[in-house]
């Protein structure tokens, strides 16, 4: 029987497995995320908020500093690392946390990963936005999340038009992928994009669709949690979205997700162990049925 080969990222020299698939708690040091209950900015907050992602099942911390609603406020390098550093620097006394750094900027990119030591880069707009990004990646050689987006974050809806949306979304991923490899980058994480530069109606087109982007043989991550294209459907708020976040984290997983960025991280784990079970026919706690 041939071996199955799951997929791996290398984070701080040791190999990490994508099986099962991971949960990425979000950590946002902003006054306006679109969901206001993810908010963290005092020191005593951010210590809270990590330790529940870690005790909760989280594997990695994706930490922003910008937030990318279209609404929101244009916001300088030196805010974005103002807000980030003390963050990250909390961060650093949990070795056992991932670090995800959540910016657009090389500049940020790179003095988060040497001065405080993130792990990963997660890039809203797939280099776009800052030309020396891939270059950036490449000479600090850690794991890439390349997230499909057009435009920038107050900009984006006005570019939801295309000949066929995964099509369009597979020649991105392939165009950027190509760069990256010529710049000696290896571990590459694909990011779809939900509800950057699409409709509500393309959002779902994707999520049925998802599964035509595994054709990279990178890992998938997917970002859905208590999105617009729940609460806007169901006429609710983001506060009344999680519900509507764990069936489509139920539908992620089904179609190849490796990695899911949440707010709620204990329904995220719960849903990762369920499906795995099901997938198994087992359960992962070793318990009988009754």
């Given at each position: 029987m041939p071996v199955e080969m799951h997929k791996t990222i290398h984070v701080r020299g040791k190999l990490l497995s994508l099986h099962p698939p991971l949960v990425?708690?979000?950590?946002?040091v902003t006054p306006d995320s679109f969901h206001a209950g993810s908010r963290t900015q005092t020191e005593a907050a951010i210590h809270r908020r990590i330790e529940t992602i870690l005790r909760e099942g989280g594997r990695i911390i994706d930490i922003g500093g910008y937030s990318s609603r279209p609404d929101a406020a244009e916001v300088s390098p030196e805010e974005e690392m103002r807000r980030l550093a003390p963050a990250l620097r909390?961060?650093?006394?949990?070795?056992?946390?991932?670090?995800?750094?959540?910016?657009?900027?090389?500049?940020?990119?790179?003095?988060?990963?040497?001065?405080y030591g993130a792990s990963i880069i997660n890039d809203i707009s797939g280099g776009e936005l800052d030309a020396d990004m891939f270059r950036t990646v490449a000479d600090l050689r850690v794991p890439y999340i390349l997230m499909h987006m057009r435009g920038a974050p107050q900009t984006m809806q006005q570019f939801t038009t295309y000949d066929d949306l995964i099509v369009d979304i597979r020649k991105?991923?392939?165009?950027?992928?190509?760069?990256?490899?010529?710049?000696?980058?290896?571990?590459?994480?694909l990011d779809p994009g939900f509800g950057f530069s699409k409709t509500t109606e393309q959002n779902f087109e994707l999520m049925r669709r998802l599964d035509e982007l595994t054709v990279f043989d990178l890992p998938l991550l997917v970002g859905v949690s208590r999105k617009s294209m729940i609460y806007k459907l169901l006429g609710t708020t983001p506060g009344d979205s999680l519900n509507g976040?764990?069936?489509?984290?139920?539908?992620?997983?089904q179609k190849g997700a490796d990695i899911l960025r949440v707010h709620d991280?204990?329904?995220a784990t719960e849903v990762v162990r369920l499906m795995q079970a099901y997938s198994n026919n087992h359960t992962l706690c070793g318990c009988t049925s009754e």
């Amino acid at each position: 029987m041939p071996v199955e080969m799951h997929k791996t990222i290398h984070v701080r020299g040791k190999l990490l497995s994508l099986h099962p698939p991971l949960v990425m708690g979000i950590l946002n040091v902003t006054p306006d995320s679109f969901h206001a209950g993810s908010r963290t900015q005092t020191e005593a907050a951010i210590h809270r908020r990590i330790e529940t992602i870690l005790r909760e099942g989280g594997r990695i911390i994706d930490i922003g500093g910008y937030s990318s609603r279209p609404d929101a406020a244009e916001v300088s390098p030196e805010e974005e690392m103002r807000r980030l550093a003390p963050a990250l620097r909390i961060a650093e006394t949990y070795p056992e946390a991932v670090v995800s750094v959540d910016t657009f900027r090389a500049s940020i990119a790179r003095r988060s990963v040497e001065v405080y030591g993130a792990s990963i880069i997660n890039d809203i707009s797939g280099g776009e936005l800052d030309a020396d990004m891939f270059r950036t990646v490449a000479d600090l050689r850690v794991p890439y999340i390349l997230m499909h987006m057009r435009g920038a974050p107050q900009t984006m809806q006005q570019f939801t038009t295309y000949d066929d949306l995964i099509v369009d979304i597979r020649k991105y991923f392939a165009r950027k992928v190509y760069e990256l490899q010529l710049l000696g980058v290896n571990d590459m994480l694909l990011d779809p994009g939900f509800g950057f530069s699409k409709t509500t109606e393309q959002n779902f087109e994707l999520m049925r669709r998802l599964d035509e982007l595994t054709v990279f043989d990178l890992p998938l991550l997917v970002g859905v949690s208590r999105k617009s294209m729940i609460y806007k459907l169901l006429g609710t708020t983001p506060g009344d979205s999680l519900n509507g976040t764990t069936f489509l984290h139920t539908l992620a997983l089904q179609k190849g997700a490796d990695i899911l960025r949440v707010h709620d991280v204990k329904a995220a784990t719960e849903v990762v162990r369920l499906m795995q079970a099901y997938s198994n026919n087992h359960t992962l706690c070793g318990c009988t049925s009754e």
